[in-house]
């Protein structure tokens, strides 16, 4: 079975244009989640939905990050300006279960590592 | 601040020995989970705990919860080459919202395991 995708793997940017990360989770998980990697931070929870619907987008750190996901096998992150500051890999993952539900597992993808100059 | 610090942050041993890395917090997690993730890869899970004082086994992987639910252990026997990466832990606990849960990550302890 195929795991999350998620595309591109590599997007190399320059400032103040848009970026658009792509993710197509796991068939028949009900959960979706977008990280973000760096050294400095780890991975941080930015934004995750059940069931296509936004629960929690606290970890989105400002209002140029925007998330959709308008279909069960389809999510978007948009990055709109974007700064040199965004740079970091973009992880998807999908878990089985809601997130009301304890035990979750998550499944990543590969990442998208984005680098803005 | 880091809600879970892992340490130590980075260890390089030798084929055979034995490690332990550590994860802990001042807050309690409703259960926790132990990643691997290897370079240019997605974390993988590896175990979830979620009684406190509980003991689980991988193989050469033994994971521990703290019988308070802050914190938790890995302790790996024999390491070998195959078991270089970057070790996450995860804690569960409500989010704001209060019905459900959401997955907080450490930082990382990076091992490498030297042939």
């Known amino acids: 079975d195929a795991g999350v995708i998620q595309s591109p793997r590599h997007e190399v940017t320059e400032m103040g244009q848009e970026v658009t990360l792509r993710c197509k989770p796991i068939?028949?998980?009900?959960?979706l989640f977008w990280y973000r990697q760096t050294m400095m931070r780890g991975l941080e929870l930015l934004i995750y939905?059940?069931?296509?619907?936004?629960?929690?987008d606290s970890g989105m750190p400002e209002d140029r990050f925007s998330a959709k996901m308008p279909n069960a096998s389809f999510s978007t992150l948009k990055i709109q300006p974007s700064e040199p500051r965004d740079s970091a890999v973009y992880f998807c993952?999908?878990?089985?279960?809601?997130?009301?539900?304890?035990?979750?597992?998550?499944?990543f993808g590969q990442g998208t590592r984005l680098t803005v100059v | 601040t880091q809600l879970l610090e892992q340490s130590p942050q980075f260890l390089s041993i030798q084929e055979g020995e034995n490690l332990t890395v550590y994860c802990n917090s001042s807050s309690v997690f409703s259960s926790l989970q132990w990643y691997r993730q290897e370079p240019g890869e997605g974390p993988v899970l590896l175990v979830t705990v979620v009684t406190g004082g509980e003991v689980k086994k991988l193989k050469r992987l033994t994971f521990q919860f703290g019988d308070a639910r802050k914190d938790s252990s890995l302790h790996i026997t024999a390491a070998q080459p195959g078991d270089t990466g970057l070790y996450l832990c995860a804690g569960a606990r409500r989010g704001s919202g209060g019905s459900n849960y959401k997955l907080t990550f450490g930082k990382g302890t990076l091992l490498t395991v030297n042939p």
């Open positions: 068939s028949g998980h009900n959960s």
């Open positions: 939905f059940n069931n296509n619907v936004p629960i929690d």
């Open positions: 993952a999908s878990s089985p279960r809601p997130t009301r539900e304890l035990n979750t597992e998550a499944f």
